[in-house]
C-alpha cells in the first residue's frame, strides 16, 4: 500500500513539473515572438519606404499600395515578378491606425452588420 501511495504522488509531482515547464515554454515563446515583432516594425518604419495596404488577387498574386517618399504607387506583386501599375493621389487612401484597439463586441457587430448588407438584410 505505501509502495502504491509513493508512486502516486512521484507521478502528480512529475505531472506538475512538466505543466510548470511547459507554462513557463509557453510565455517565453510569447515573449519572444513580441520582442522580434516589435523589432522588426521598428526596423520597417521610420524610412523614405513603406507598404500601406497589400490586398490579394489570386493565389501568389498581390496589389499593394505603396509610399516612396510622399508619393503614393500601385504595384502588383507575384511570386516571381514586380510590376509598377500606377500612381494614387494621397486623398483617395483611406488611412487607418493600426494602433487602435477595437473590442472583440464592435469586431463582431461590424461583421454581422456587413453580413446583413451583403444579404440585404432578409432571414435564412
Same mark, same amino acid.
Not at 508512486?7 to 505531472?15: P, R
Not at 513580441?34 to 524610412?47: D, E, F, P, R, T
Not at 510622399?70 to 487607418?96: F, H, M, P, W
Given at each position: 500500500?505505501? !509502495?502504491? *501511495?509513493?508512486?502516486?504522488?512521484?507521478?502528480?509531482?512529475?505531472?506538475?513539473?512538466?505543466?510548470?515547464?511547459?507554462?513557463?515554454?509557453?510565455? !517565453? %515563446?510569447?515573449?519572444?515572438?513580441?520582442?522580434? /515583432?516589435?523589432?522588426?516594425?521598428?526596423?520597417? *518604419? /521610420?524610412? *523614405?519606404?513603406?507598404?500601406?495596404?497589400?490586398?490579394?488577387?489570386?493565389?501568389?498574386?498581390? !496589389?499593394?499600395?505603396?509610399?516612396?517618399? *510622399?508619393?503614393?504607387?500601385?504595384?502588383?506583386?507575384?511570386?516571381?515578378?514586380?510590376?509598377?501599375? /500606377?500612381?494614387?493621389?494621397?486623398?483617395?487612401?483611406?488611412?487607418?491606425?493600426?494602433?487602435?484597439?477595437? %473590442?472583440? %463586441?464592435?469586431?463582431?457587430?461590424?461583421?454581422?452588420?456587413?453580413?446583413?448588407?451583403?444579404? /440585404?438584410?432578409?432571414?435564412?
Amino acid at each position: 500500500m505505501t !509502495l502504491l *501511495s509513493s508512486h502516486t504522488l512521484s507521478d502528480i509531482a512529475q505531472f506538475f513539473t512538466v505543466l510548470i515547464v511547459f507554462i513557463f515554454v509557453l510565455a !517565453l %515563446s510569447m515573449f519572444c515572438a513580441k520582442w522580434v /515583432g516589435n523589432y522588426q516594425k521598428a526596423q520597417l *518604419s /521610420g524610412g *523614405s519606404a513603406e507598404v500601406i495596404e497589400t490586398i490579394r488577387i489570386a493565389q501568389g498574386k498581390w !496589389l499593394q499600395i505603396i509610399r516612396i517618399g *510622399s508619393k503614393y504607387k500601385v504595384i502588383a506583386v507575384s511570386r516571381d515578378n514586380v510590376t509598377y501599375l /500606377g500612381d494614387v493621389d494621397e486623398s483617395d487612401i483611406k488611412k487607418t491606425d493600426p494602433d487602435e484597439k477595437k %473590442s472583440f %463586441s464592435e469586431i463582431l457587430s461590424k461583421a454581422f452588420s456587413d453580413k446583413d448588407k451583403v444579404s /440585404g438584410g432578409r432571414q435564412e
